[in-house]
């Protein structure tokens, strides 16, 4: 059961790396290599002490690689994807 669903507003100085905010689960990835984001886009979901952790993109761009896959387990900073910011 979870208790919490939140969204993490990610830094657009971030040069495209997507990274974790905290360690936990990555439960679901929202897009796939060549995906066209917007601003806010939902790109992954992170768990995290029974909370689901929306992490949001930071700009307008495209999806150039996803290094994670849904169920693996991740640590703060932990690079999840990158984007092609512009």
């Known amino acids: 059961m979870l208790l919490s669903n939140r969204e993490i507003h990610l830094e657009e100085g971030s040069g495209g790396l ?4 905290m360690p ?3 439960i ?3 897009v796939s ?3 066209t ?4 886009s939902v ?3 992170v768990e995290a002490m029974k909370m689901e952790n929306n992490l ?3 700009g307008d761009g495209i999806v150039e690689e ?11 900073d932990d690079v999840i994807l990158k984007l092609n910011l512009g």
Not at 18 to 21: G, H, N, Q
Request: hydrophobic share 40%; net charge positive.
């Open 56 to 58: 949001l993109s930071p």
């Open 66 to 76: 996803v290094l994670v896959k849904e169920g693996n387990m991740v640590s703060q």
């Open 24 to 26: 936990g689960k990555v």
């Open 43 to 45: 790109l992954a979901i």
């Open 37 to 40: 984001v917007k601003k806010g």
């Open 28 to 30: 679901r990835i929202g």
């Open 18 to 21: 997507i990274k974790s905010p």
């Open 33 to 35: 290599v060549g995906t």
